[in-house]
């Protein structure tokens, strides 16, 4: 049997529920990390044995794709920054996105000599293993709300032998002290209840529903909480950098204003719609 045979038969079992592009994209990942076989193997056609018990697995990863559960969940693998993350039900999976704004927020920090970052939101720590994987002189603290979501963060820090104090705590508690800081970064939750008939059926019935959705009565929430803990905790020029549903771009921009933040910035990304929003501690 060939790597090709492996990767057609696969292929064949979900084309009816993706569409083509994207059923070979899910194949050849669930290939590659699940089974190690790449896509010179199948330009080769490269030999394979498969067990018994293999081919039980990719029957049974099958049957889980069909139901739209997504890759990453089936492999426990999402790629972020170029690196592999553990990623279970517990924690969204990183897009890429978020990756602009790992660059944009070490652009913005990179001249600090050792700075103190908070990431508020952490999920699967994703944001905050980049930035100390990249500023590997910078002390990074991540915090999340759910004991599951830092247990994963954990697991991928060791994963990637990164130094992060992890805190428990809610971020919508403005009372709540965090470390004195140069750099806020958070990916919270955006996602208006009523934009869930738009979303695809994989991410509402896997991806945790905590992480994303906010009340249509106030899609602000978080960034009007991350504004009240930045102006207690920056130092003064600190920066505070937050990725942002694209409908309320400017929104966020004028809450930012109202709170004494300067050079406050929208900034789009590379779709062109508006993603991020800058703010600086005056």
């Known amino acids: 049997m060939t790597c090709q045979d492996i990767f057609n038969y696969c292929f064949h079992s979900i084309k009816s529920i993706y569409p083509e592009r994207e059923a070979r994209e899910i194949i050849f990942y669930l290939l590659e990390m699940e089974y190690d076989i790449k896509r010179t193997d199948l330009i080769t056609k490269k030999n394979i044995s498969l067990t018994g018990d293999q081919k039980d697995k990719i029957n049974a990863q099958l049957k889980r794709l069909m139901n739209k559960e997504p890759v990453q ?3 426990h693998t999402a790629l ?11 924690v969204l999976i ?5 990756e602009e704004l790992v660059q944009l927020s070490i652009e ?12 508020m939101c952490t999920g699967s720590g994703c944001i905050a293993i980049a930035l100390k994987k990249k500023l590997p002189h910078a002390t990074v603290y991540a ?6 979501a830092l247990s994963v963060a954990e697991v ?13 705590a809610d971020v919508l508690n403005a009372t709540h002290m965090f470390p004195s800081c ?8 955006y996602v208006c209840d009523s934009e869930k008939a738009d979303m695809d059926c994989g991410v509402l019935h896997y991806e945790p529903h905590k992480a994303l959705f906010v009340r249509d009565n106030d899609p602000l929430i978080f960034y009007r909480t991350l504004a009240h803990h930045a102006q207690r905790i920056l130092t003064s020029g600190g ?3 937050v990725e942002i549903n694209r409908r309320f771009g400017k929104q966020v921009k004028l809450l930012f204003e109202k709170n004494s933040f300067t050079g406050v910035t929208l900034i789009q990304d590379i779709h062109h719609a508006d993603r991020f929003v800058v703010a600086k501690k005056s």
Do not use: A, Q
């Open 94 to 98: 990183p897009r890429p996105e978020t």
């Open 156 to 168: 991928n820090s060791r994963r990637h032998n990164t130094n992060i104090y992890f805190m428990c």
């Open 239 to 241: 920066i505070l950098c």
């Open 143 to 148: 915090v999340d709300v759910c004991k599951h």
């Open 108 to 119: 913005l920090i990179k001249n600090v000599p050792s700075p103190v970052m908070i990431d």
């Open 182 to 189: 140069n750099l806020i970064v958070s990916n919270p939750p």
């Open 73 to 75: 969940y089936i492999t």
């Open 80 to 90: 972020f920054c170029g690196m592999p993350f553990y990623v279970d039900s517990n």
